[in-house]
T-cell receptor, first 114, second 112 residues
Framework: ETGVTQTPRHLVMGMTNKKSLKCEQH?????MYWYKQSAKKPLELMFV???????ENNSVPSRFSPECPNSSHLFLHLHTLQPEDSALYLC?????????????FGPGTRLTVT | GQQLNQSPQSMFIQEGEDVSMNCTSS?????WLWYKQDPGEGPVLLIA?????ELTSNGRLTAQFGITRKDSFLNISASIPSDVGIYFC????????????FGTGTSLTVIP
């Protein structure tokens, strides 16, 4: 138990669906992150939020839309996804200014796009 | 993005053997992290390193921050079956907004 929870753990969706991934951290951290993990590839940073403000968007397609209502919660809204978006989506949080401290990960959401 | 070369890609060892893996880059890093990921779970932080030459242990695990600041090493002594998993290195660059970059992982199999 790392103090970062993610729901759902598994999600299967069609290309025309709209769904949301949720992340919550119980560590009192100020920065939160979304990563994409595909087989045989390094973790890909998608979005960074620092004190609820988005500070990084690594050229992520607009079909992925993040939302950070407060420092403890992070959402990833999904719509009109493609099969190549199937992957493990990981949320992480860190203590200090984004990127300055070690990151703690949630268990991930395994997403399958059909 | 930055490339971290992690090796070996996979290892098959007998229980009780020691394990060594490393991460190298052409860039200079100011922080190195080592994570372990079990199937179906997120990466769990094992060791964090902040200074060149630093050697840090966590139980049977020992990691070192290379003196060139371009590499890091992880050793596991007397491996046990629960060491099975994928081990990732992550490096934080000084001059790119402190973003972390991740290696492709070393898959460890321990044969009882």
């Amino acid at each position: 138990e790392t103090g970062v929870t993610q729901t759902p753990r598994h999600l299967v969706m069609g290309m025309t669906n709209k769904k949301s991934l949720k992340c919550e951290q119980h560590l009192g951290h100020n920065a939160m992150y979304w990563y994409k993990q595909s087989a045989k590839k390094p973790l890909e940073l998608m979005f960074v939020y620092n004190f609820k403000e988005q500070t990084e968007n690594n050229s992520v397609p607009s079909r992925f839309s993040p939302e950070c209502p407060n420092s403890s919660h992070l959402f990833l809204h999904l719509h009109t996804l493609q099969p190549e978006d199937s992957a493990l989506y990981l949320c992480a949080s860190s203590q200090g200014p984004a990127g300055s401290y070690e990151q703690y990960f949630g268990p991930g959401t395994r997403l399958t796009v059909t | 993005g930055q490339q971290l070369n992690q090796s070996p890609q996979s290892m098959f060892i007998q229980e009780g053997e020691d394990v060594s893996m490393n991460c190298t880059s052409s860039s200079i890093f100011n922080t190195w992290l080592w994570y372990k990921q079990d199937p179906g779970e997120g990466p769990v932080l094992l060791i964090a390193l902040y200074k060149a030459g630093e050697l840090t242990s966590n139980g049977r695990l020992t990691a070192q921050f290379g003196i060139t600041r371009k590499d890091s090493f992880l050793n596991i002594s007397a491996s046990i079956p629960s060491d099975v998993g994928i081990y990732f290195c992550a490096g934080q660059l000084i001059d790119t907004g402190n973003q972390f970059y991740f290696g492709t992982g070393t898959s460890l199999t321990v044969i009882p």
